[in-house]
């Protein structure tokens, strides 16, 4: 059984770090491309970032580039984001997802249960 | 950014009606939309891939089509479970953008 496993969330001041963990179960890690995607509260769906099997091709959205950063660790069968620089505005659910398509990334056919992070002082 | 326009926001249907989803995507997206459904306080699940594709274990009532720039989402009778926010999405081009959700309840 696929299992996507989000950890790391919480409270954290304006400016600060915090480093999410997405544990994977039930399929080989390193044959899938990786996302996080997140969601504000009350709010729709924002995708931020996607990663290969093999970290070679990496995409960031504008509202995170240059304060967030995706990775993975494929021994360990984990999927992380780093997140620098936090804003108020950043609060949110945070899921990874398993993308189901070879060619084209995009398509999240298995999903986190969410870590929620709260930014606020 | 290619913007996704769901409409409506939200609906209340009985059971058993018919309910069609619309979203429009700001320029040609050929057939690279998802539908998701979402239940309050759950992640996410996919339910039609491709435009009209069903994923796997997903109920048949459930339907999608559409090309280019305007798609359709029809559950062709709702069932007390459907109650969700149901989400298209576009992977035909970065970033990877969603519509903003309608939310379906029974009336």
């Known amino acids: 059984e696929v299992q996507l496993v989000e950890s790391g969330g919480g409270l954290v001041q304006p400016g600060g770090s915090l480093r999410l963990s997405c544990a994977a179960s039930?399929?080989?890690?390193?044959?899938?491309?990786m996302h996080w995607v997140r969601q504000a509260p009350g709010k729709g769906l924002e995708w931020l970032s996607y990663i290969s099997g093999t970290s070679n091709t990496i995409f960031y959205s504008d509202s995170v580039t240059g304060r967030f950063t995706i990775s993975r660790d494929n021994a360990k069968n984990s999927l992380y984001l780093q997140m620098n620089s936090l804003r108020a505005e950043d609060t949110a659910v945070y899921y990874c997802?398993?993308?189901?398509?070879?060619?084209?990334?995009?398509?999240?056919?298995?999903w986190g249960q969410g870590t929620l992070v709260t930014v606020s002082s | 950014d290619i913007q996704m326009t769901q409409s409506p926001s939200s609906l209340s249907a009985s059971v058993g009606d018919r309910v069609t989803i619309t979203c429009q995507a700001s320029q040609d997206i050929s057939n690279y939309l998802n539908w998701y459904q979402q239940k309050p306080g759950k992640a996410p699940n996919l339910l039609i891939y491709d435009a009209s594709d069903l994923e796997a274990g997903v109920p048949s009532r459930f339907s999608g089509r559409g090309s280019g720039r305007d798609f359709t989402f029809t559950i062709s009778s709702l069932q007390p479970e459907d109650i969700a926010t149901y989400y298209c999405q576009q992977y035909d081009d970065l970033p990877l953008t969603f519509g903003g959700g309608t939310k379906v309840e029974i009336k």
């Open positions: 039930g399929f080989t890690l390193s044959n899938y491309t």
């Open positions: 997802a398993r993308d189901g398509v070879v060619v084209v990334p995009g398509q999240f056919d298995y």
